[in-house]
């Protein structure tokens, strides 16, 4: 490690990758030693979750990445330059203010020619949509096996009068 470790693409998510794939090169590490030294940072990176991460062309989450950045030594503010250019990745830069001056120079109030950026749609996971299957799975079978043993009737005993001719 005597050369100066790769720095974070902010352009998209396949050039990210890129770079954590030299990242990886760049600590000569194999996937189980990052493994045990994510461990050894606090971190969970299983050695099959490095290689697929590093095998797509996706965004990985950002505590893969802060684990993945650990393991391969990088720490302080070079550590938190890679979680920032996967933020900038996956929500847009940061917009910029207009500069004051023009305003004083022409007399009008500023513009500010911050782009649009529109939030992503939320949708459930599948884990979200599973867990409320078997949740509702679960209620319908408690509500029927309550009414199937009379939970919901009332408690009132019912006598039966037999008459007199038949208690004989």
Do not use: Q
């Not at 720095?7 to 996937?31: E, H, I, M, N, Q």
């Not at 006598?159 to 038949?166: G, K, R, W």
């Amino acid at each position: 490690m005597t050369t100066a470790p790769p720095t974070p693409p902010r352009t998209d998510a396949a050039a990210f990758v890129a770079a954590l794939r030299r990242l990886k090169a760049w600590s000569g590490l194999s996937y189980r030693s990052l493994e045990r030294r994510a461990a050894d940072a606090g971190h969970s990176l299983p050695y099959s979750t490095a290689a697929t991460m590093l095998g797509r062309e996706r965004l990985p989450r950002e505590e893969l990445v802060a684990a993945f950045v650990a393991a391969c030594g990088i720490r302080g503010s070079e550590a938190e330059a890679w979680l920032d250019a996967r933020t900038d990745i996956a929500c847009g830069p940061a917009p910029e203010a207009a500069a004051p001056t023009d305003a004083v120079s022409t007399g009008t109030a500023p513009v500010i020619n911050a782009p649009v950026v529109a939030a992503p749609a939320r949708t459930r996971s599948w884990r979200t949509r599973w867990t409320l299957a078997v949740a509702a799975a679960l209620v319908t079978a408690l509500l029927g096996g309550a009414t199937a043993s009379g939970a919901f009737t009332d408690d009132e005993e019912k006598v039966l009068e037999t008459p007199a001719s038949a208690r004989l």
